[in-house]
C-alpha cells in the first residue's frame, strides 16, 4: 500500500531564510508522480511543484524546489526566501501511475507540515 | 490555467437537512473529480472518486447513502451530504483530473465549510 509520512508537524523560519520540509513515500509502484500543495488558513489548496518518478532532474518552480531522492524515497520541499506568506500548511502527495496517467489518478496525502515564518 | 469552482463555500443548516455542494471545472473537462474531506489541522481524506457517467468509486469506510455522488457531465459533480447531523460538519473539497495531461496537478476547489447544528 502506497504511504506519504511528513514527520514535521510544524516548523518555524526567519524570513528571508531557506526551510527545508521533509517527505517520504513508499509504494511498490515504479511509475507515480509526487505533488507539493500549500493550504493558506482560507482553506484553498495551492498546488507548487510535480515531481515525476522518471524524471531525471529536480524540479524547481520559482522560490520552490524539490530534492528528489529516489533511492531513499524521499521528496523534500526546499523553500528558498521564505516570505511571510509563506506562512501556511504544506502537504506531499503522491498519484501512483503519475507518470503515465495511472489507472486511478487519486491523490494520497501526507498528513502536512505547519510553517510558521517568522519576521 | 484550470480553474476548478466549488458552491457553496459556506453552508450551516439544521441537523436532518441534506446538502448539496457543487464541484464545477471551468474551463476544462474532466471524466474524474474527486471528493475530499478534512478535519481541522488534519490532512485531506479521500472520500470518493466521481466518475462521469458512472457510479462513483467510495473508500472504505465511507457510507455511499450518507454522501450521495453525482457525475452528469463533463464538467460537473456535485456531493449530496443527506440527512446531515453534527458529526458531518467538516470541510468538503472537491478536486477535478484534466484528462490526458498527466502531468498536471488535481485542480482544487476553495472547498465547503459545512457546519450542521
Known amino acids: 500500500a502506497q504511504k506519504i509520512t511528513q514527520t514535521q508537524p510544524g516548523m518555524f523560519v526567519q524570513e528571508k531564510e531557506a526551510v527545508t520540509l521533509d517527505c517520504t513515500y513508499d509504494?511498490?509502484?515504479?511509475?507515480?508522480?509526487l505533488f507539493w500543495y500549500k493550504q493558506p488558513s482560507s482553506g484553498e489548496m495551492i498546488f507548487l511543484i510535480y515531481?515525476?518518478?522518471?524524471?531525471?532532474q529536480n524540479a524547481t518552480e520559482g522560490r520552490y524546489s524539490l530534492n528528489f531522492q529516489k533511492a531513499r524515497k524521499s521528496a523534500n520541499l526546499v523553500i528558498s526566501a521564505s516570505q511571510l506568506g509563506d506562512s501556511a500548511m504544506y502537504f506531499c502527495a503522491m498519484r501512483e501511475g503519475g507518470n503515465y496517467g495511472g489507472a486511478t489518478n487519486k491523490l494520497i496525502f501526507g498528513t502536512g507540515t505547519l510553517l510558521a515564518v517568522q519576521p | 490555467g484550470a480553474v476548478v469552482s466549488q458552491h457553496p463555500s459556506w453552508v450551516i443548516c439544521k441537523s436532518g437537512t441534506s446538502v448539496k455542494i457543487e464541484c464545477r471545472s471551468l474551463d476544462f473537462q474532466a471524466t474524474t473529480m474527486f471528493w475530499y474531506r478534512q478535519f481541522p489541522k488534519q490532512s485531506l481524506m479521500l472520500m470518493a472518486t466521481s466518475n462521469e457517467g458512472s457510479k462513483a468509486t467510495y473508500e472504505q469506510g465511507v457510507e455511499k447513502d450518507k454522501f450521495l455522488i453525482n457525475h452528469a457531465s463533463l464538467t460537473l459533480s456535485t456531493l449530496t451530504v443527506t440527512s446531515a447531523h453534527p458529526e458531518d460538519s467538516s470541510f468538503y473539497i472537491c478536486?477535478?483530473?484534466?484528462?490526458?495531461?498527466?502531468?498536471?496537478?488535481?485542480?482544487f476547489g476553495d472547498g465547503t465549510r459545512l457546519s450542521i447544528l
Open positions: 478536486s477535478a483530473y484534466q484528462t490526458g495531461f498527466y502531468r498536471q496537478p488535481q485542480h
Open positions: 515531481q515525476g518518478s522518471y524524471d531525471q
Open positions: 509504494t511498490s509502484d515504479p511509475s507515480y508522480g
